[in-house]
């Protein structure tokens, strides 16, 4: 049962290395270097076919020239919009590893047809040309299947977590295939031709399919043998769509700034190929494309591996997106002004413009391919996740070809107005000019480009501010200058008080220093309770710049509680601070709430007989009959820590009758950091009328309270009530230091502790909670501990079988196979909290919603989405467990034989011994009724068990164990009497005094 090693052991240390330099898990490296050779050989092929295709469509002879490809994008985006809804449909209708095989098989035999069709002269080689303009049509779906294929299927291998890690090195293949086609493509042309690089092209694309093909069967619970039917309408999270004000703000540059690169890029590249067509022959550009992409290919791997990532954490994202359209803007001016021979005369307009198209082409593709696609993703996590996918469907599904087709459609008009203008010119000069003012069209959109990602940066921080609540909030890549300007920009605009809250927190979070500078000024416009919040941010560090207003709030008579800090701020501020000037505020007819106040800052900062006067003061409120009186003054308690007023009355206060007096008193424990009264803030914990209270406090402390958190939540004695208290307190602070405590414990627990455990992981924001917890654990201890439940599940099988059998009719037998389909529950569901470690939470909330229906409808929704969703290796079983729903009774689930094969025992007692003996993964109830039903079959129990569970921290437990041994051996039972006269439970005590009169007086 007990798991032998929770990570794989690297027989290979200099693999394990390796993983860690790519910063990959040891369970993620085989799919991602399979993934990684999959999409390099694919690239390849697509490469070669791209290079062939497009010597073939710029040739004189039997081609079309670089006029054409306005044309071309027109086509092709209708095209590609096609065929996205042929993918759709496809994975709706077809089981995913057969809609992957037709896309290769799709992308690699259209080719062989093409070889063929370029050599067909028929029609005075009409047909020919047909076929090399449908080839360039087709280059284009190539692309977008293949992106497709790639994206599906590594989201299928990874989840959310993983393919943040993998994708990157799976991506970089696309590199690896532009050095390693570029390089090879001049020596194959020399050997096979033009042509026939189209039927390697297609060889290239079946191997990489074949690589593909072994993934999927590899991998076979990641790729469902159904189809894919659309399950997003049981997820509740998807159905509010209401687009904000704020969020129209940054969906409408975003939408531009994918426009404008994909606009970008089609001018840069018919302006480029317009320029190979005018300076070499087919053979010369297909030998160029190839040494081209070469080289471009070995800078994309040095900049994606060794600048893109440095380049982003320290410009920032949106400097880092703004770095190619400034790059194109100022490359196209300075060819315009090349171009107007201000600087080298030497060189002509066609040089100049030829030399430009290839720059301009260099530096797009390398910057577009490697820091643009880097972070690409990031510009959409601002975004709810309830729109991120529909919307970056629109963007990147159907606002970028349509743009490919209003571009082509566009080119073909400027053509057509160059050509009206200048019909007198020369083709040379006709070609000049329209190079010329494509440059400069570069340069216009280039700049429009930029201005897009200035507003995306602006829009974005305003969105974090939005999602400061919902717990969105990241600082990673965020200019916190800018960010703390839309938070003061928000704070302004702001009508809603819940809003304002959560501004003014987040500014005390991101600049607490410089706070009194934005809050002070804005303190007469705030309500009492805002005002109150910022005065008590302001005075973590107060500015006798603001003293003035301050005063004019003052003057203004807010509530007394407001009053009492302004009036706190002001003495601060003030450096020769006369106590004389206070002393009239101790008169007990002045509210308590500023005579603490006064007190206490006239015994920091007043002289040694002032200072017993103020304490006088204070010892009155403590002292107070008025609950009110003493809550006040165990709040105003001085911050000197070795202040004998305060470890004169804090013992006392802790007794308190005043659920309010002790709330406020543990507050001050933690303020103070009186350590030697830390225990009185566990002690808080176990009382419902302080327990707020003291978790407020615990967590207030932070990191130096985690030396108790984890004594306590280590003490097996303590009550799972209290364990599971101290760490939620725990998983509230959450420093590495108490998160690896949690996680460490989740290993070693069993049953109940387990499911808290992972309740409190589960509920943490994912970076907090999740992503550490799969860090220390990995993939592989996740479906250990999945497996390890499993085998308790077996367990609980074979014990509802042989004990249903049984021919009693007593309660005790009904209660414990009772118990035992509450076990079963139980496993269930700690097995679904595993699952959320790594997968959608709302898709498996989804999932156990559909499969705790009577409906049999609904429980087949639950388990269709299971089916396209694990890929655990205990996924179809999981399906069989859940085939008829989860209400399924225990005694009824055969399919458990596969796990833990059911061989009967000797007797029902040794099934009952044999349960008690697996007691670390049964609910202290079913632990209970074994006793009782023990006791009343008259079955013995091991000895060992019997003195363990009479140590067990639930009382009824006890009262169970206790009850068995007064039948079972009473003389046993009276010598471990004395062991519990002071046990902490009423009906245990009561049950300890009563066994001992009933077994003295038969003794």
Excluded at 156 to 169: T, V
Excluded at 617 to 634: C, D, F, Y
Excluded at 820 to 843: H, I, N
């Amino acid at each position: 049962m007990k798991s032998q090693t929770l990570r794989p052991r690297n027989k290979n240390d200099w693999t394990r290395k390796l993983l860690q330099t790519f910063n990959l898990r040891p369970e993620e490296g085989e799919r991602t270097l399979l993934m990684f050779g999959f999409y390099t050989a694919t690239s390849v092929g697509l490469l070669w076919m791209e290079q062939t295709t497009t010597a073939l469509f710029l040739a004189d002879e039997g081609g079309f020239g670089a006029s054409w490809l306005p044309i071309i994008y027109i086509v092709s985006a209708v095209l590609g919009s096609g065929l996205g809804f042929l993918y759709s449909w496809m994975q709706n209708n077809w089981a995913l590893p057969r809609v992957l095989m037709f896309i290769v098989l799709l992308m690699a035999l259209p080719l062989i047809l093409f070889r063929a069709g370029v050599d067909l002269q028929y029609f005075d080689g009409l047909l020919a040309l047909i076929t090399v303009f449908i080839l360039r049509l087709w280059m284009d779906a190539e692309d977008i299947l293949n992106d497709l294929n790639s994206q599906v299927a590594a989201n299928q291998l990874f989840n959310i977590r993983e393919i943040k890690r993998a994708y990157p090195i799976i991506s970089s293949g696309l590199l690896v295939g532009d050095v390693i086609s570029g390089f090879s493509l001049p020596l194959f042309l020399r050997f096979v031709g033009l042509e026939n690089m189209l039927v390697a092209a297609a060889g290239m694309i079946l191997v990489g399919g074949g690589m593909l093909f072994y993934l999927t069967q590899r991998y076979k619970q990641a790729f469902p043998d159904t189809p894919v039917k659309d399950l997003e309408d049981l997820e509740s999270s998807f159905t509010n769509r209401k687009i904000t004000s704020s969020l129209k703000k940054y969906i409408v540059p975003l939408f531009l700034f994918f426009v404008m690169g994909e606009v970008l890029y089609l001018l840069v590249e018919v302006q480029y190929l317009g320029e190979l067509e005018i300076h070499f022959d087919a053979d010369e550009i297909a030998g160029f494309l190839g040494l081209f992409a070469g080289i471009l290919g070995l800078f994309e791997l040095l900049t994606q591996w060794f600048v893109s990532s440095r380049a982003v954490e320290r410009l920032g994202v949106f400097v880092a997106a703004m770095f190619l359209p400034v790059s194109l803007s100022f490359l196209g001016l300075v060819t315009i002004l090349l171009d107007k021979r201000l600087f080298f005369a030497a060189f002509d307009s066609a040089q100049i413009l030829f030399f430009s198209a290839i720059t301009l082409r260099f530096f797009d593709e390398l910057l577009r391919y490697t820091l643009i696609a880097g972070i690409e993703p990031f510009l959409f996590q601002p975004l709810p996740s309830e729109i991120r996918s529909s919307i970056q469907t629109w963007v990147q599904g159907i606002a970028e070809p349509f743009t490919t087709g209003v571009t082509g459609a566009g080119l073909l008009g400027a053509i057509a107005v160059i050509n009206v203008i200048f019909k007198d010119a020369s083709d040379e000069t006709l070609r000049q000019i329209q190079g010329s003012i494509f440059v400069g069209a570069i340069v216009f959109f280039s700049i429009i480009w930029a201005t897009s990602a200035w507003f995306l940066r602006s829009s974005y921080v305003n969105l974090l501010v939005q999602g400061a609540e919902q717990g969105r909030l990241g600082f990673n890549n965020v200019d916190l200058n800018a960010f703390k300007r839309a938070v003061v920009q928000a704070l302004e605009e702001r009508k809603t008080e819940s809003d304002r809250r959560s501004c003014i927190q987040l500014l005390d979070r991101i600049d607490p220093m410089n706070l009194s500078e934005v809050l002070a000024p804005m303190l007469h416009q705030f309500t009492p309770s805002l005002q109150r919040q910022s005065l008590e941010s302001m005075l973590r560090s107060p500015n006798p710049t603001y003293r003035t207003q301050v005063q004019n709030l003052i003057e203004q008579k807010p509530p007394l509680d407001v009053l009492a800090l302004a009036l706190r701020y002001l003495w601060l501020c003030e450096p020769n601070l006369d106590a004389q000037t206070l002393k009239p505020y101790l008169n007990e007819r002045v509210d308590p709430l500023v005579r603490s106040t006064a007190a206490n800052l006239i015994i920091q900062r007043g002289s040694t007989m002032e200072q017993r006067e103020a304490t006088y003061a204070l010892e009155e409120m403590l002292n107070s009959s008025k609950e009110r009186e003493r809550t006040i003054g165990v709040q105003a308690l001085p911050d000197a820590v070795h202040s004998t007023l305060v470890h004169t009355y804090i013992p006392e206060l802790l007794q308190d009758e005043s659920a309010k007096v002790r709330c406020a008193l543990l507050g001050v424990i933690a303020e103070k950091k009186l350590s030697e009264y830390y225990g009185s803030l566990v002690k808080g914990l176990y009382f419902s009328s302080t327990r707020e209270a003291a978790k407020t406090a615990l967590t207030s402390l932070g990191n130096e309270a985690a030396p108790l958190l984890i004594t306590v939540s280590e003490d097996l004695r303590q009550s799972e009530f209290t364990r599971q208290q101290v760490w939620s307190v725990m998983a509230d602070i959450g420093t590495p230091e108490l998160m690896n405590a949690l996680i460490q414990r989740l290993l070693g627990s069993w049953g109940i502790d387990r499911r808290n455990l992972l309740r409190i992981i589960i509920k943490m924001p994912v970076e907090q909670g999740i992503e550490p917890a799969l860090e220390q654990l990995g993939r592989t201890g996740v479906e250990t501990l999945i497996e390890q439940e499993l085998l308790a599940l077996g367990q609980l099988y074979g014990a509802s079988q042989e004990l249903g059998q049984l021919q009693s009719e007593g309660e005790e037998l009904k209660l414990l196979l009772g118990a035992l389909e509450g076990a079963k529950e139980d496993v269930f569901e700690r097995c679904f909290l595993l699952m959320k470690l790594l997968y959608s939470l709302s898709a498996m909330q989804a999932a156990i919603l559909n499969l705790n229906s009577d409906s049999q409808s609904s429980i087949a929704l639950g388990l269709e989405i299971l089916d396209n969703m694990l890929d655990l290796p205990q996924k179809r079983l999981f399906l069989e467990l859940f085939d008829t729903g989860m209400k399924t009774p225990l005694k009824k689930l055969t399919v458990l034989e596969e796990v833990v094969p059911y061989v009967p025992m000797a007797s029902p007692g040794d099934r009952l011994r044999h349960l008690v003996s697996l007691r670390h993964f049964l609910s202290p109830w079913c632990l209970a009724c074994c006793f009782h039903l023990a006791r009343a079959q008259h079955w013995s129990v091991r000895q060992e068990a019997v003195l363990v569970c009479l140590q067990h921290p639930n009382s009824f437990v006890r009262e169970a164990v206790l009850a068995y041994l007064k039948e079972a051996s009473p003389r046993i039972c009276l010598e471990l009497l004395p062991t519990l006269r002071n046990d902490p439970n009423s009906i245990v005590h009561a049950q300890v005094e009563q066994l001992s009169l009933e077994l003295g007086a038969l003794g």
